[in-house]
């Protein structure tokens, strides 16, 4: 994989929101898995998430919200912690599962409140 300014601000950027664990994949990578280590990398974090729109925090905010919609809870909770790195408070955290229950309904919500929780839990941010 060629590294690239997009891709060494990506590899950071997953550095600082989830620690060692968030390169582990992109150093770990085999050729099956390297082109999507790649996209994520270069595009999702190098790209999207280093655009000056919006800031870390928001963004974080925003992806917990959509996570949780989609009934995703590993990437959820990778993104709980994530967030925390990002100066998302356990507080913020909570009102985004409240409003996210008005539009996504509470069995689908209630399951992200213990992935959420688990996940503040493990980051020492509960």
Not at 29 to 41: G, H, I, K, M, Y
Not at 63 to 88: E, F
């Amino acid at each position: 994989m060629e590294k690239d300014d997009l891709y060494e601000r990506g590899r950071q950027m997953r550095l600082d929101m989830f620690g060692e664990a968030g390169v582990r994949g992109i150093d770990d990578a085999d050729d099956f898995q390297e082109p999507l280590q790649d996209l994520v990398t270069r595009h999702c974090f190098g790209d999207v998430w280093s655009r000056a729109g919006l800031d870390g925090k928001t963004r974080s905010m925003l992806t917990i919200a959509m996570l949780i919609g989609q009934s995703r809870p590993d990437q959820l909770k990778n993104h709980v912690r994530g967030a925390v790195a990002n100066g998302v408070t356990k507080e913020e955290v909570r009102e985004i599962l409240v409003h996210a229950a008005l539009y996504y309904g509470l069995p689908s919500v209630s399951d992200a409140w213990r992935h959420c929780r688990d996940a503040l839990k493990e980051v020492d941010a509960y």
